[in-house]
């Protein structure tokens, strides 16, 4: 997996590639979660690149998504596709998480 930070005014933007596993998703929760300590309270999960993902890497999204909520702070998904937007559907995450089509899109939402 690839991991990518971009800050903007409004938000942390974090770019996924590759596989969010059992063997990433540890690597990718750590860096959100130091984005959180650093006081970020809007992050932008930018999915486009994301090819896989597993229920470890489902896990770390949810975690993340809790720790901005403790701090009044939102998880925004973006760019979902293919195989990882059927994984949300059939867990049923896609009612819970804020969806995106584009990270643009996600930016705007207030």
Known sequence: MELAVQQTP????IALRGRL????APSYEARALALIDDGATRIVLDLAGLTYI????LRSLIVTAKALQQQGGVLLLASLTGN????FE????DAI?????SVATALDAT
């Open 10 to 13: 409004s938000a942390q933007i």
């Open 21 to 24: 596993d059992t063997l990433t």
């Open 54 to 57: 597993s229920s470890a890497g």
């Open 84 to 87: 990882v937007r059927d994984v």
């Open 90 to 93: 059939m867990a049923g995450l």
């Open 97 to 101: 998480f804020k969806t995106y089509d």
